[in-house]
């Protein structure tokens, strides 16, 4: 099993920035993909970017250009650097591992908040 604990959540101003971390812990071996959730109230939880071991990135459209996903894979740790943040950025914020056998792996989440 894979533990993820995720820091870097906060409240910030618009157009500001943030970096979310996520460490991975136990069977990290078998990890393919990192990245990170978003679910804001009263809506689905939805993909914001992920990155695999090859380094490939995949983002949603509302945050291209904007944010960048990287990962540590010497330190099992998965980053999103948020700039330009927006209100609508607002979430509570999931990192997510899958592995190599499709299994998903979730952290407790952390809360971004963006005034306007």
Known sequence: QVQLVESG???VQAGGSLRLSCAASGSTFSI????????????????V???NTGGNT?????VKGRFSISRDN???TVYLQMNSL?????AVYY??????????AWGQGTQ???SS
Do not use: S
Request: proline share 4%.
């Open 32 to 47: 393919d993909t990192m990245g990170w959730f978003r679910q804001a109230p009263g809506q689905q939880r939805g993909l």
């Open 9 to 11: 959540g906060g409240l």
């Open 95 to 104: 990192c997510n591992t899958v592995d190599q056998k499709g299994h998903n």
């Open 58 to 62: 995949n983002y949603a459209d509302a």
């Open 112 to 114: 971004v908040t963006v």
């Open 86 to 90: 927006k209100p609508e950025d607002t």
């Open 49 to 51: 970017a992920d990155i």
């Open 74 to 76: 010497a330190a099992n």
